[in-house]
């Protein structure tokens, strides 16, 4: 099989072409480079500039590279840039996806791996959220995955497709230092730069009903969640693969903003106590994914605890940002 990556440039997805080329998957990797970096990718997997939702780069690219299956990777991802460009989160998550569907579809692929996120799920008052709890996204970004998801599998159905969805819980940490998130727009990062910039971190909420009153998180390391790439793809290159597969990537553990901070604190030996601030707007008490199925599906668990993942991505921090 030949994979293609698109997103293959960003953080997650250089890790997961990195992943696969060291399984021996052949890749080439799609990005626009919006927000990619093309060092990030290992010297012997090709990247090709151009868009995963226009249709005629799409054809060359299957065509010149003999693809046989898609990882597809490539979206916009910020939650609060939905909420005020809806239109171009439709248009680009989920319209793009349809071009490159009916690509996959008009080239004969059979394979396909879609990025989804535990945002589809919203706010569940449930301990461990099973991929059979309802979803209920709270923001366009969330409506877009769980959209995009539908998309697929109907797809899938319609062209004898082989599908599989990850829903993908609160990604961390960096395999190597230049491959670490160099975007502030997670905790993990958000904390650093408080720190980077001599401030305290801070607590949005502390009187959540949770044991220590702030959000409870399940954190997932992106190399682990590299490792359930090449799981389900590995899944999807058997001969008699069919039908659709949706399933949670997490610990099942959760993890608290409070014990969150005082591990950075800890890692980064600058310690000093968090301001609590106002709630905010659609942060859901507690989201910890039921892993359950994903060890049963793909014979993955994750193995990276929390504290590899903060030292990881502080090693990046410090390469991409400085002290
Ligand atoms: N980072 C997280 O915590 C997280 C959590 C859940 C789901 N996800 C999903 O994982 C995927 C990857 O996220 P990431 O954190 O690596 O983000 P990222 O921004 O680092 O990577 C996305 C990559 O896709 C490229 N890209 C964007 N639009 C494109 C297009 N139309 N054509 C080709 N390339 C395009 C960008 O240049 C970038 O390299 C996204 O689908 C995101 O929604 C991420």
């Known amino acids: 099989m030949t994979w293609l990556i698109t997103g293959g440039a960003g953080y997650i997805g250089a890790h997961v072409a990195r992943v696969m080329a060291g399984a021996?998957?052949?890749?080439?990797?799609?990005?626009?480079?919006?927000?990619?970096?093309?060092?990030?990718l290992p010297a012997d997997v090709p990247l090709v500039r151009g868009s995963s939702g226009d249709?005629?780069?799409?054809?060359?690219?299957?065509?010149?590279?003999?693809?046989?299956?898609?990882?597809?990777?490539?979206?916009?991802?910020?939650?609060?840039?939905?909420?005020?460009?809806?239109?171009?989160?439709?248009?680009?998550?989920v319209g793009g996806l349809a071009t490159l569907l009916d690509a996959?579809?008009?080239?004969g692929i059979r394979r396909f791996l879609f990025s989804s996120s535990a945002a589809v799920y919203g706010n569940p008052d449930v301990e461990l959220i099973t991929e059979d709890t309802p979803c209920a996204p709270m923001s366009p970004y969330g409506e877009t995955k769980l959209a995009g998801e539908w998309l697929v599998r109907a797809a899938g159905r319609a062209h004898g497709i082989a599908t599989v969805c990850l829903r993908y819980f609160n990604v961390a940490g960096a395999a190597s230092p230049e491959l670490a998130d160099t975007g502030v727009f997670n905790v993990v990062p958000m904390v650093f730069d408080r720190l980077t910039r001599?401030?305290?971190?801070?607590?949005?909420?502390?009187?959540?009903?949770?044991?220590?009153?702030?959000?409870?998180?399940?954190?997932?390391?992106?190399?682990?969640?590299?490792?359930?790439?090449?799981?389900?793809?590995?899944?999807?290159?058997?001969?008699?693969?069919?039908?659709d597969l949706t399933v949670n990537i997490g610990r099942g553990e959760g993890v608290s903003v409070r014990e969150l901070v005082t591990l950075i604190g800890e890692v980064t030996g600058d310690i000093r106590p968090a301001v609590v601030e106002a709630r905010r707007p659609g942060d859901a008490p507690r989201a910890v994914?039921?892993?359950?199925?994903?060890?049963?599906?793909?014979?993955?668990?994750?193995r990276r605890p929390v504290r590899d993942m903060v030292e990881s991505a502080w090693r990046g921090w410090l390469l991409h940002h400085g002290r």
Do not use: M
Not at 104 to 107: K, M
Not at 289 to 302: C, D, K, P, Y
């Open 198 to 243: 001599d401030e305290a971190p801070r607590i949005f909420g502390d009187d959540y009903p949770t044991p220590d009153g702030t959000c409870v998180r399940d954190y997932i390391h992106v190399a682990d969640l590299a490792d359930a790439h090449l799981a389900a793809a590995r899944r999807l290159s058997a001969p008699d693969a069919s039908g």
């Open 55 to 93: 249709a005629e780069v799409l054809k060359r690219v299957f065509a010149e590279h003999a693809v046989t299956g898609v990882v597809h990777l490539a979206a916009r991802k910020q939650v609060g840039e939905s909420v005020e460009q809806p239109t171009r989160y439709y248009e680009e998550n």
């Open 104 to 107: 996959v579809a008009g080239a």
């Open 24 to 40: 021996g998957e052949r890749v080439v990797a799609l990005d626009d480079l919006s927000a990619g970096v093309p060092a990030r």
């Open 289 to 302: 994914a039921s892993a359950a199925r994903a060890g049963r599906e793909l014979g993955w668990t994750a």
